[in-house]
């Protein structure tokens, strides 16, 4: 995969009966038979896609489902989601791949798409979703903390209602990305419905070794769903930066992250990233390189999670 183009891409994925001449070895080995859960692509990297294309395309890889972007500029305007979403996400389930959970931009039920994205996802047994980031202005981190919770605990309401579970990210810079400071919120509500999207790339940036243990630690007995990212500190000519990588080669201990996993009994859906750069010089070589950047990273996650879930 590491010479794609895309032109024998689509020689593959689009010719009749194309899904079952794929040799064994062309996907990803399975992720052990320990982990029941659904690893998963998250449709920002491959924005060109329809559904039925991103289906054949994550199962000629091997994932097991899609993560879809639901918020602007993503692959579902969220203006449109009761319209546009359910054919989505018929035309990707009917390639055999899940779709366990939606991204969405979303950060209270004032926000008119909220009742609707809810409700949609719920018709179309979706159980998972993400909100959107509240953001610290640094003015006064209390009463931002407060503001960001009520407005939370709105969507915490729809989700009651709808029965979709909520899974908060951990996103370094902002409120919630060192985990501690939304802990009691988080605890205050049903955990039927309301938990973490764990993130530990974001939890190694906010805290280092031992703070990426302990956010786990906190989140574990309620972790929905999870991403995969990673990356290292590297020094510019500006100062220090954050640089995304594959996974494997940066700063997230990727060993001991998965058998705490493992022990704390996790098989929700699992969301890999690509932050880090892509290359190409034009639209095509870039979405070929893409999906060759995917077929490596899905390819160690699946390594890690059969030495984890025995």
């Not at 791949?97 to 994205?117: N, Y």
């Amino acid at each position: 995969m590491d010479a794609v183009t895309r032109r024998r891409f689509i020689e593959t994925v689009g010719a009749a009966g194309a899904l079952a001449a794929v040799s064994p070895l062309a996907r990803v080995a399975g992720a052990g038979a320990g982990f029941r859960g659904q690893v998963c692509f998250f449709s920002k990297h491959l924005p060109a896609m329809d559904g039925q294309r991103l289906g054949k395309t994550m199962k000629v890889l091997g994932f097991d489902g899609v993560d879809l972007t639901v918020r602007p500029g993503g692959h579902i305007d969220p203006k449109r989601v009761a319209q546009d979403l359910p054919p989505f996400v018929e035309a990707v389930r009917k390639e055999g791949v899940a779709l366990p959970m939606i991204t969405t931009e979303l950060l209270s039920d004032a926000d008119p798409a909220a009742r609707p994205t809810f409700e949609t996802a719920a018709s179309l047994r979706i159980p998972y979703l993400k909100p959107g980031y509240y953001r610290y202005k640094f003015a006064d981190a209390r009463k931002e903390l407060a503001d960001a919770g009520a407005q939370f605990r709105t969507l915490a309401a729809l989700a009651a209602r709808s029965g979709v579970q909520l899974g908060f990210h951990n996103h370094a810079a902002y409120i919630g990305g060192g985990v501690w400071d939304i802990v009691p919120l988080v605890d205050s509500l049903d955990p039927a419905f309301v938990g973490y999207y764990f993130d530990v790339r974001h939890a190694v940036v906010e805290g280092g070794d031992g703070g990426w243990r302990s956010a786990f630690s906190a989140a574990a007995p309620r972790i929905k769903m999870i991403a995969l990212k990673d990356f290292y500190w590297e020094k510019a000519a500006a100062g220090w930066r954050i640089k995304d990588c594959p996974l494997g080669e940066g700063m997230v201990k990727w060993k001991p992250y998965f058998a705490m996993l493992a022990q704390a009994g996790f098989h929700g859906p699992v969301s890999l990233h690509l932050e880090y750069e892509i290359p190409g010089g034009t639209l095509e070589a870039v979405e070929a390189n893409t999906i060759a950047a995917a077929t490596k990273d899905l390819a160690f996650a699946k390594a890690r999670l059969a030495e984890a879930y025995v």
